[in-house]
């Protein structure tokens, strides 16, 4: 198993663009998840989703897009980049009725 | 008051020592309590849960203290490979994780 992986590893963006960063699992797991993490706070949850075809908001959803038409996928839109997005996203994965959260390695993403 | 809140440290500590972390929470709702441990660079890595009656596993020991509203982790004849952050992590239901901002320990050797 690969587990949850995510690309690209690193991003650099103007103002203003838009790009999709990807996530994909490969252990059949329900609920996937995309968080941010800046200096100082805690990761913050974006968007999260509990099966394919269902998506909801989560702390911090400005900005963002998400959509799942199927298990294994869950990528993450950026609609128009702001500096404020510079930060590393981590998507994460989880199988239904259980805790853990296995998380990808994360997107490291600048915008200028 | 932050949801979840936890001492930034860093803690640096003489290998073999004993160190401890607490780690506070607002809601009293709170259902299910985590320690995540977070390498440099790193994702995040489940390193254990913690239940009411408290629990260990190895060297580590999770405490939860409900009335008070914190949670604990205890780790014994610290070693090296044990620098990370360690992030304590809340869970109110349906996808919301909270996550403390994590404190930072060195084991010095």
């Known amino acids: 198993n690969a587990g949850v992986t995510q690309t690209p590893k690193f991003q650099v963006l103007k103002t203003g663009q838009s790009m999709t960063l990807q996530c994909a699992q490969d252990m059949n797991h329900e609920y996937m998840s995309w968080y941010r993490q800046d200096p100082g706070m805690g990761l913050r949850l974006i968007h999260y989703s509990v099966g394919a075809g269902i998506t909801d908001q989560g702390e911090v959803p400005n900005g963002y897009n998400v959509s799942r038409s199927t298990t294994e996928d869950f990528p993450l839109r950026l609609l128009s980049a702001a500096p404020s997005q510079t930060s590393v996203y981590f998507c994460?994965?989880?199988?239904?009725?259980?805790?853990?959260?296995?998380f990808g390695p994360g997107t490291r993403l600048t915008v200028l | 008051r932050k949801e979840v809140e936890q001492d930034p440290g860093p803690f640096n500590v003489p290998e073999g020592a004993t160190v401890a972390f607490n780690c506070t929470y607002s809601n009293s709702a709170s259902q299910s309590f985590f320690w995540y441990r977070q390498d440099c660079r790193k994702e995040p890595k489940l390193l254990m849960s913690v239940y009411s009656s408290g629990n260990e596993d190895g060297r580590f020991t999770a405490q939860l203290n409900r009335a008070s509203q914190y949670i604990s982790l205890l780790i014994r004849d610290s070693k090296l490979s044990d620098s990370a952050t360690y992030l304590c992590?809340?869970?109110?239901?349906?996808?919301?994780?909270?996550f403390g901002t994590g404190t930072r320990l060195t084991i010095i050797p």
């Open positions: 992590v809340v869970h109110f239901g349906n996808e919301k994780l909270t």
């Open positions: 994460a994965s989880r199988e239904g009725g259980k805790n853990e959260q296995f």
